[in-house]
């Protein structure tokens, strides 16, 4: 772990909680309204970047073009859909651990971020209850979508830290090469040997929950 540890940046979708089923389920909704069929292997494209840069990899699935103004209402359509899909998250809908995580960061004075792609996340980590938690949330609209590094840069500069103070938890590989090319640690969750670009991986998130306990004995 990291000695001089100040902030730690998560991710939301995938990490805190689980959105990825609703995100493409209202994805693949879309798509086959334009006759384009996506099938269970192709979530794992979409996971940890934009909604535009989604949008433009579904699109490039078919040979027809679309102008501007029709992938704007295609993107507004997706998230009415999304939206509609989380409508009744709460604090029941954080993974396991989450709340005991983010406690005990906020006890021992660790500076708490979220870096997600999602638009919806400020919305999103207050239906989950956890929303006063966070210091800083970077804002998707402002930077360059994952795996370029600047949602998780932005944290850093606000604080006026050091990469080396950092630590990034991802469950993409977008994700994870967005914290590496910042310069930090990166913690990947999900499924063993999913993330071999992480530093350390665990399982689950409340794995992860155990493994700063014991970092802060």
């Given at each position: 772990m990291i000695p001089d540890l100040k902030l730690v940046i998560f991710d939301l979708d995938g990490v805190l909680t689980e959105t990825s089923r609703q995100h493409f389920k209202a994805w693949r909704a879309l798509a086959a309204k334009h006759d384009i069929e996506?099938?269970?292997?192709?979530?794992?494209?979409?996971?940890?970047i934009s909604r535009q840069a989604s949008l433009e990899k579904i699109l490039s699935l078919t040979s027809r073009s679309y102008s501007v103004a029709e992938k704007v209402a295609m993107q507004a359509e997706k998230n009415a859909h999304y939206q509609s899909l989380i409508a009744d998250f709460s604090a029941e809908d954080c993974f396991d651990g989450v709340q005991a995580l983010l406690d005990l960061l906020q006890k021992k004075g660790i500076y708490i971020a979220l870096a997600s792609a999602s638009k919806n996340g400020p919305k999103l980590i207050k239906s989950l209850g956890i929303a006063d938690y966070f210091d800083y949330i970077a804002d998707p609209t402002r930077h360059p979508s994952k795996p370029a590094p600047d949602l998780f840069l932005a944290p850093m500069h606000h604080y006026g830290l050091t990469a080396h103070q950092c630590l990034g938890v991802e469950d993409a590989v977008a994700g994870i090469r967005a914290i590496k090319a910042a310069g930090m640690k990166a913690i990947g969750i999900g499924k063993p040997g999913s993330l071999p670009e992480a530093d350390v991986q665990y399982a689950t998130l409340a794995d992860f929950t155990e493994a700063m306990r014991a970092f802060f004995q």
């Amino acid at each position: 772990m990291i000695p001089d540890l100040k902030l730690v940046i998560f991710d939301l979708d995938g990490v805190l909680t689980e959105t990825s089923r609703q995100h493409f389920k209202a994805w693949r909704a879309l798509a086959a309204k334009h006759d384009i069929e996506l099938d269970d292997a192709f979530e794992v494209h979409l996971k940890g970047i934009s909604r535009q840069a989604s949008l433009e990899k579904i699109l490039s699935l078919t040979s027809r073009s679309y102008s501007v103004a029709e992938k704007v209402a295609m993107q507004a359509e997706k998230n009415a859909h999304y939206q509609s899909l989380i409508a009744d998250f709460s604090a029941e809908d954080c993974f396991d651990g989450v709340q005991a995580l983010l406690d005990l960061l906020q006890k021992k004075g660790i500076y708490i971020a979220l870096a997600s792609a999602s638009k919806n996340g400020p919305k999103l980590i207050k239906s989950l209850g956890i929303a006063d938690y966070f210091d800083y949330i970077a804002d998707p609209t402002r930077h360059p979508s994952k795996p370029a590094p600047d949602l998780f840069l932005a944290p850093m500069h606000h604080y006026g830290l050091t990469a080396h103070q950092c630590l990034g938890v991802e469950d993409a590989v977008a994700g994870i090469r967005a914290i590496k090319a910042a310069g930090m640690k990166a913690i990947g969750i999900g499924k063993p040997g999913s993330l071999p670009e992480a530093d350390v991986q665990y399982a689950t998130l409340a794995d992860f929950t155990e493994a700063m306990r014991a970092f802060f004995q």
